[in-house]
């Protein structure tokens, strides 16, 4: 069975940085493209960016909004893929998600996805 | 960007009912779309991709169409597990953009 456990979430004063980890049980993460998605309260989900597999190098792509204040990489030997935040402003305040890239049956979706941990970014 | 607006915004039925979500893009962007159901406290699941193709496990009653600028999700006969709210994703161009949801009401 699949699983992509998230942690690293809890609360930051505007400004602060945080680093959010994703480890994946029932998959290897080398084949894998992951993606980040957060959802912020009242408002919809937000694509933040992906790390592609080691057969592209691990290369990403971030979401242009974010300014580069958010970088995505990976640690093999873990199995992780992390996200890590700096300047935090209070508008990030949301529940992020990792989630796999499958691209089977010539489709691209997000399949797989962990629970979400929640950063508050707060004065 | 590529721009999604779903409608409509809110959306109250019955259970039994038949349902469909619009989703437009600003620009072209072929068969490149899917389809997001979540709870809330809960992940988004996946039930269309590529427009139309039905994820597996999702039920049969969701189905999908279109392409270019212009996507519908229907629902055949409401559920009640059905109401949650609906996004709609476009894979074709980063940045990967979503529609602002739909949310699914009890009537």
Redesign the interface.
Known sequence: EVQLVESGGGSVQPGGSLRLSCAAFGLSLTDEHMDWVRRVPGKGLEWIGRSRNKISSYTTEDAPSLKGRFTISRDESKNSVYLQMNSLKIEDTAVYYCARVSLEAGGQRNDYWGQGTLVTVSS | ?IQLTQSPSFLSASVGDRVTITCRANQGIST?L?W?Q?KPGK????LI??AS?L?NGAPSRFSGSGSGTEFTLTISSLQPEDFA?Y?C?Q?HA????????TRLEVK
């Open positions: 960007d490149y899917a997001y979540q992940a988004p699941k996946v991709y590529t193709i994820e709210t996004y994703q894979v980063y940045p990967i953009t979503f529609g602002q949801g």
